[in-house]
């Protein structure tokens, strides 16, 4: 009963320690991943909601 709950304690300082040694080096990429994300998502706005303009404009009848 012992041996699983070891293993896991075992995996978790790893898992802490691993995160403190690779986060120094892995933390300015993150958010350089977490910029351009944002960036490519208002362009993707953007280019939706000027879309959704135009459909309705073509949908309008001529009369008015």
Do not use: C, H, Y
Not at 20 to 44: D, E, R
């Amino acid at each position: 009963m012992f041996k699983p709950m070891l293993q896991l304690a075992a995996v978790g300082i790893v898992g802490v320690a691993a995160w403190k040694l690779f986060s120094v080096f892995l933390m300015p990429f993150v958010w350089w991943f977490v910029k351009i994300a944002l960036l490519v998502g208002a362009v993707l706005f953007v280019v939706w909601w000027l879309r959704k303009d135009n459909t309705k404009k073509d949908g309008e009848s001529p009369a008015g």
